[in-house]
């Protein structure tokens, strides 16, 4: 009865206050009744809060006739944000089937069950409405691929890892992850392997592989690439000049944003030298420079610039990017590191006329020698697909700091392969042998796909590799001597039986043959290295692999679940979670069982089957 009496009154002095231009403070109090002091001063804050935001670009406020709630504690607003964030993926699955079935959004809604609470207590929203405003772009899945008709598979290299914490993000929040924000080869990069370390910076890295049965499917194997970088430590990486380009716009104002963004690059700060240099550029409705070039053994300097930033304003990060590019030509090092290192959660909305136009200015920087490195912050306006896209325009690897120890995993730990470059443009072709093998699907990488003839062009861009990086990449493919096949056979097929043809002497002893093209920092010509990969590699026992193998295959098969899972068969998130659980191997930093319990709350997460199909059912 209390909070039925303030919630009325609430919205009386709400009111009001919104009656005049002028602050509450300067009004009269006209409410009376039993709203005392503390609820007045609750009313002032909010009305006070939303005349602020009406003078920011964030976009306009929204007129509501929805009754005032009295105020929540932190673990309501924690359900609360869990609960939109589920009715996100709701709704947009309740588009999907409207789209298969012809009905419209709001006669399928009330059908369907919720991730979060019965149906009956939930508000469908659209996704593209102003609760949900992240964006993200989603390739169409790798398909399945016949040998004898296409044996060539070309793609770039991929070395970002922000998709990983962007979906335990939404995990940990309690909602599942759109299927648009999975990138299955970012998932897998996310970890470190046992790989071979390279003993000298001539080659680069070192490549392996390793064939072993498909966890999800007997019928298939599944064919791992593994490629680690040339280690340096942090006290051998050349001299850097370095520019935080930090986005202070009023978007930016919530915990997981600037004062993250604040701890994270002040964590980076403290590990650099007299050798190296720190600018910070800020950009908001304009953009200014908030600290000169400073040696980076001045770190209270450094760390109180970054201390002083506030957020407010619209968000020009075209005019940001200028005038960072400016300040890093300023001290260019030669024989350095010159990278631009932009934070932000990604809501451009002011600046050049298009995205276009911002990737040619990256791209020209680029080849100037200065690389681009983006780090995501935040939600709700999260804007993956431009962070990611800068990054590779920029040569630089784009993550997702979700929390502190994610910071000092990717500013700290790894360091040397944020900041410098080993191999640039790199790029894998693998040519399956027809008589060995008879079809193929790469895992991940949709969005690295390259043609064929691009492999050998030296002027098409490609991944970069930093120092330390592992790379690893993972084909299911189908063994020709097993007769299994997911595509039918063609009426005037080319498949070719073993008595038709005879294969030259030595390469029927060959699964594939794989090659790596990369161009080391500074050259414009490309390298080579290419090797057989042995049928006699092949394992028939899946308890051959290696913990490393398995564990991939699990983190493979979680991210092709949560895209939706079409070819993983009856493999559930309970397989995938024994299959990791078995796997760890050595776990230093708790990263792979942390990994196991986020297959854990998206199991418990999950509606189950497809929404369409309960549709059609009703």
Known sequence: MKYQTVALSFVIAFASACS??????????????????????????????????????????????????????????????????????????????????????????????????????????????????EQYLRPEDNRVTRVSESPVSTFSIDVDTGAYTNARRWLTQ????????????????????????????KQPFLVETEIAPTPWNRETHLFRIGIQGYEVPKHHLPAANLVFLVDVSGSMRSPDKLPLLKQALGMLARQLTARDCISIVVYAGSSGVILQPTPGNQTQRIVSALDRLEAGGSTNGAAGIRLAYQMAHQKFKTNGVNRVILATDGDFNVGLASTEELIDMIQRQRDAGVALTTLGFGTGNYNDHLMEQLADEGNGNHAYIDRLSEARKVLGD???????????????????????????????????????????????????????????????????DNGYRRLPERRYGQERSPESFAPPRGLDRELAHLRIRYKQPGQKTSRLIEAPVLKASV???????????????????????????????????????????HARGKDDFGYRTEFVQLVGMAEVLDPGPGFAQESQRD
């Open 414 to 480: 790894e360091l040397s392969a944020t900041l410098l470059t080993i191999a640039s443009d790199v790029k894998i072709q693998v040519e399956f042998n027809p008589d060995t093998v008879a079809e193929y699907r790469l895992i991940g990488y949709e969005n690295r796909a390259l043609n064929e003839e691009d492999f050998n062009n030296d002027r098409i861009d490609a991944g970069e590799i930093g120092a330390g990086h592992r790379v690893t990449a993972i084909y299911e493919i189908s063994l020709a």
């Open 539 to 581: 394992m028939r026992d899946a308890a051959q692999a290696s913990d490393d193998f398995r564990f991939a295959a699990a983190v493979a098969a979680f991210g092709q679940k949560l895209r939706g899972g079409p070819w993983l068969g009856e493999f559930t998130w309970s397989d995938i979670a024994d299959l990791a659980r």
């Open 20 to 133: 005049s231009d002028a602050p509450v403070e300067d009004q009269d109090e006209r409410s009376s009744g039993p709203v005392g002091r503390e609820e007045t001063e609750i009313v002032r804050a909010i009305v006070n809060e939303g005349r602020e935001r009406k003078t920011e670009a964030d976009g306009p406020v929204i007129a509501t006739n929805e009754p005032v709630q009295p105020p929540m504690s932190l673990p309501d607003l924690a359900q609360e944000q869990a609960a939109r964030n589920s009715q996100v993926i709701v709704a947009s699955r309740i588009d999907r089937t409207a789209k298969t079935t012809g009905e419209s959004f709001d006669a399928i809604a009330p059908r369907q069950p919720s991730i979060m609470a019965p149906a009956a207590q939930m508000q469908f929203r659209r996704a593209n409405e102003p609760l949900y405003r």
């Open 174 to 201: 309690g909602s599942l992850p759109p299927e648009d924000a999975v990138r299955v080869e970012e998932f897998i990069n996310y970890f470190d392997y046992d790989y071979r370390v390279p003993t000298n910076r």
